[in-house]
């Protein structure tokens, strides 16, 4: 089967989505509220239909699967949309911006047996999966801590803040890797230069076994950085995106109590490694993985159910936000 394919929202992020979906599926409709990007599109894509109305998109029979990436604000009203209307549902991140409102889509979804997968892009990168395979078979020992630096100086955004602009995808990562929710969640953080929107905010998550994790998102800063550290008990990883070939590294690193120091902790520094990893493009694994779940079936709804984890700590850290600036 070859699944008809719908997508809505053809800007910054858009487009890089239309690309794999035009190459791995039957793309049949475009959406914008834009009519220079309309034209755009409908000189590229000559095969699809291009217009301005979503409800052209839920009320086509001939189309199965929807993609959303438009404006966060716009996410949940066009995802329950489509859902009601029967479409197997890709959403960017975040896919709602309160976590009854996330609630409500995962149980349409559920109800109806369609798919609902958020755009957790860095969940399908082959270096995060490495880092997967590395905590869960051991290879670190217990997690202790993990965190998240996603800085730079741009993209500056007015409708969403850098937590759930670029928190979103640590968080996805974080939550993945510790498989647990967080007890605690702790943000801080200021709005620089659009009022209301903080550009600058460091988070603080305990989970229940005792693991914490830390963020620090900002698009006002001097470094480009999309950093991911994970410190076990026996050893650590990092991985670094920002890197071309050493994007996983595995330092053999660790505190020991040898029985001739009598209780006194020593560190132990031994090899630095860093594996092969594939080079194959995350958002194409992600759309892959879409067409996978369109085909197969959304199983139980694992990728929906984590979107409404994710969507819940965002939440939590959204209000100690508001309560730290009150
Ligand atoms: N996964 C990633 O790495 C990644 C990276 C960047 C952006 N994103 C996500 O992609 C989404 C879009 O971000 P962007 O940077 O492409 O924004 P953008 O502003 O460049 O594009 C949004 C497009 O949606 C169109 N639009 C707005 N309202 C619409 C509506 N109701 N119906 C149809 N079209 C509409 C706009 O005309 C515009 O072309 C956001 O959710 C963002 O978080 C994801």
């Known amino acids: 089967m070859t699944v008809r394919i719908a997508q809505a929202g053809l800007g910054y992020w858009g487009k890089n989505l239309v690309?794999?979906?035009?190459?791995?599926?039957?793309?049949?409709?475009?959406?914008?509220?834009?009519?220079?990007?309309?034209?755009?599109?409908?000189?590229?894509?000559?095969?699809?239909?291009?217009?301005?109305?979503?409800?052209?998109?839920?009320?086509?029979?001939?189309?199965?699967?929807?993609?959303?990436?438009?404006p966060v604000p716009t996410h949940y009203p066009l995802a329950k949309q489509a859902l009601e209307a029967g479409k197997h549902v890709f959403v960017e991140k975040p896919p709602a911006m309160r976590a009854a409102e996330m609630a409500e889509l995962v149980a349409l979804a559920v109800e109806r047996n369609l798919v609902l997968m958020p755009?957790?892009?860095?969940?399908?990168?082959?270096?995060?999966?490495?880092?997967?395979?590395?905590?869960?078979?051991?290879?670190?020992?217990?997690?202790?801590?993990?965190?998240?630096n996603r800085q730079n100086l741009?993209?500056?955004?007015?409708d969403e803040n850098a937590l759930w602009s670029l928190g979103v995808h640590d968080l996805s990562v974080i939550l993945y890797l510790i498989g647990e929710q967080p007890s605690e969640a702790v943000a801080h953080g200021n709005a620089f230069l659009t009022p209301g929107v903080e550009d600058v905010v460091f988070c603080?998550?305990?989970?229940?076994?005792?693991?914490?994790?830390?963020?620090?998102?900002?698009?006002?800063?001097?470094?480009?950085?999309?950093?991911?550290?994970?410190?076990g008990a026996e050893k650590m990883a990092v991985f670094d995106d920002m890197e071309l070939e050493r994007k996983v590294t595995i330092y053999d690193k660790a505190p020991?109590?040898?029985?001739?120091?009598?209780?006194?902790w020593r560190t132990r520094t031994g090899d630095i490694f860093s594996p092969k990893i594939p080079n194959d493009e995350p958002l194409r694994l992600e759309c892959r993985h879409f067409l996978d779940l369109v085909e197969n079936g959304p199983g139980d709804h694992t990728e929906a159910f984590a979107g409404?984890?994710?969507?819940?700590?965002?939440?939590?850290?959204?209000?100690?936000?508001?309560a730290a600036a009150s």
């Open 204 to 231: 603080y998550l305990r989970f229940p076994s005792g693991k914490i994790a830390h963020m620090h998102l900002s698009w006002l800063d001097p470094h480009k950085m999309r950093k991911l550290t994970v410190v």
């Open 256 to 264: 020991e109590q040898p029985a001739q120091t009598y209780g006194e």
């Open 154 to 158: 741009g993209k500056i955004r007015k």
């Open 19 to 70: 690309r794999n979906f035009d190459e791995l599926a039957d793309l049949r409709r475009l959406v914008d509220a834009s009519p220079e990007i309309r034209e755009q599109f409908a000189r590229r894509y000559p095969n699809a239909k291009v217009t301005a109305s979503f409800d052209d998109l839920c009320d086509d029979p001939d189309i199965d699967a929807i993609v959303i990436a438009t």
């Open 119 to 148: 755009g957790h892009l860095l969940l399908y990168h082959p270096g995060v999966r490495m880092l997967k395979r590395l905590v869960d078979a051991g290879d670190l020992g217990d997690v202790l801590c993990v965190y998240g």
């Open 308 to 322: 409404l984890e994710v969507v819940r700590a965002l939440e939590q850290l959204q209000q100690s936000l508001w």
